[in-house]
């Protein structure tokens, strides 16, 4: 009993200190993406980063607006 407390402890400190924004976004392109951005960076951080990679990967800068 007590290795089982112990390990859900251990799991709900290692979540708190990886805290992610999960985002699903589709590209330009029609190819699905699950990204992982760190919890300190703001929507415009977001959206700029996904803007990027969008052209990157079709050649084509969008406009992105993020629905929190």
């Known amino acids: 009993m007590k ?3 112990l390990f ?7 979540v708190m200190v990886f805290a992610r ?4 976004w589709t590209s330009t392109c029609g ?3 699950y990204t992982s951005f760190p919890e ?8 700029d980063w ?3 990679a969008n052209q990157v990967e079709c050649g084509v800068r969008p406009d992105v607006t ?3």
């Not at 859900?8 to 290692?14: E, F, K």
């Not at 924004?21 to 699903?24: D, E, G, I, K, N």
């Open 21 to 24: 924004v999960q985002a699903v």
């Open 8 to 14: 859900c402890a251990m799991m709900g400190i290692s």
């Open 40 to 47: 300190n960076w703001t929507y415009n951080q977001m959206s």
């Open 3 to 5: 290795k089982k407390i």
């Open 50 to 52: 996904i803007e990027s």
């Open 66 to 68: 993020i629905n929190p």
């Open 31 to 33: 190819v699905k993406h």
